[in-house]
DNA sequence: GAGTCATCAAAACG
DNA sequence: CCGTTTTGATGACT
């Protein structure tokens, strides 16, 4: 404090002001602390602590490494001295009135409140109360990866403990009338499964990508991309913020209100909540700038991002919604003044932040269009063929290139399915038990009454498949029922990938990937897909081959496994007693001279579909039938990835 | 901290 | 099959 030196070093003078911005609570991000890290998540495997450690690890990492505060956020200059200029909404006479003109104080928390802040951020939040604004930046590479994993978790037991409780009231009176969806929300909080539950994040969701699509408010919660059921802006609460002031993080946009105006695209504009009788109709009173309609403000003034999710009607969802996840968006005004229906409304000018994957909302317009149009014959500028398989596939594959003048596709010699007939020895005939079922095998009734079927029982517990046809979980193999039977093919249950692909999908050219597939529809997670094809070709054990000629089912990673387990949350229904894994094919697929369409799958370590053996009635285990499944919810036009197995290069 | 309240859901009802 | 009612959980706030 007796620094005589002072007036030769006034640089070094750390004197300290408590006016000052504090400094940001960094956090050195080393290449040692991410693998430490990643060497502690990637050492819990699959069972149930092991998951709620994952999750909470990474939280915590969230938090440490990619993180920070926004009250030390330094890119945004915090408070211009226009403010006004860009909120033109005049304070209402009521309550809290339009930010005045603050800018000519910084309105900085003290240093000790908002070293306390920092020192919150460190522990975990208890219970429900502490948490902490950040904005999280995207993780890239075996991060990206982790991110995206627990993001399909998270939304895979979602949707098995929902159709548990669906099931659940449906049967015994009990508990009738129950919200399925909410009862599964209200569980995964419970223990602690909901993402990013935690820290409240401003900006993009780690694994969650522009254009993903959701099927329940609910499921926007679980994933941390929204976070009320019924409420449209999500906001976090001024008490958190060291600013004091409250800022939206997420909207809802269900074009529910008379003055909203959105055509899908880059720009939409948002009505504030109240004013408004319970279930929709017209506005009886104004509404009044607090709760969220505030928050939107702020988050206009300090020029905060926020995600957008709109909903859109869905034949293809259970709840008839569909909820699209668009990106990030920045409030660029809002105004205050009479609405279409009298009483004075909020509205905010959202716009769309440029340079993020294209518009989920729009492309998914867009692909339901082209889809017409190619059903209807049209034939589209740049497309090579309508229909590569030239009729063999149940659904046309028309093939697209708008980057190129390549056409190889078409050159060579279409088979919809591998044909094993050469290389196969199929069980005898005589020792083969086939099923005799009248009806359907593998009609889930209830859990207590499992099906009779032999063909469903040999796949060791519940059905394999779902009365839609998707896969209920992954498996070693799956048994289907097979020509020997006697249930009826068109309805049996357990032979869902008999009946050829379902979903419209096109080979296109893509710059990023050379060809590749993608979907024109919206798939359901578990969905089949497709099967691949080519000339097959018996192996032995060691017997290695080439990347690029051959489909090789024994590189394929066991991703079977990521895709149904619910044992985290769901008492294992007779899970765990699957059949002894079949012993690895004994064959590869030559694709080089005939394949279908297939063959064109990009490859990705963050798959969205992956292959599930299948073997139907008698034939030969060592020649499983390579079927793809969606193990995401898959929306239009995005490209089909699966993980060929090709990544350890050692 | 328990209780109140509003909320661009979803299912059931009529 | 619609509009309407009921049920319902959450976060924010008191």
Redesign the pocket.
Known sequence: MASSSAAAAPLLTPKPDPDAPLPAPTVEVTPELCAALRRELERSPDDLPDFVHGLRLAQERLDAISAYLVSARPPMPPLTATPTATTPMPPPAATPPMPPPAATKRPLVAPEASSSAAAKGKRRAR???A?EMVRATVPAGPDHVHARNLVRRARLIFEALRVVY?RG??GAGE?????????A??????RGL?LY?DV?IVGSIPGVFVGDVF?????L?VVGLH??????????????VSKGK?VATS???????L??HDGGGDVLV????????????EHFAD?KL???N?SLVYSCEYGIEVRVVR?HDCEAS????A?VYDGLYKVESSTYGPGKSGPDVCKFKLVRIPGQGELGSSVWHAAGELGNALASGIRPRGYLSLDLSKGKERLRVPVCNKVDQDSSPLDFEYIAHPDFRAARVPRPVKRYKACHCGTTCGAARSAAAACKCVCVRKNGGGPVYNADGTLVRGRPVVYECGALCGCPAASCLNRATQRGMEHQLEVFRSKETEWGVRTLGLIQPGAFVCEYSGDVVTVDDGQSTDWGCFVDPRKFPARWREWGDASAVLPDEEGHKFPEPITGPGYVLDVSRRRNFAAYISHSSAPNVFVQFVIRGNEDESFPHLMVFAMDTIPPMRELSIDYGIDQQG
């Open positions: 219970g429900t109360g948490t669906h009231d449906a508990g009738a009338r129950k919200r399925a969806d909410l009862s929300l209200s569980v995964m909080f419970d909901g539950r409240r099927f329940y408010r609910a499921e919660c976070n009320h059921v019924q409420g449209g802006i999500g906001y976090i609460p001024a008490s958190v409250p909207i809802v946009s269900s074009g529910g209100y003055d909203d948002y009505t504030g909540s109240g004013g408004r009788p319970r279930n929709g109709g509404q607090e709760g969220g505030l909903s259970p709840s008839g919604k909820y």
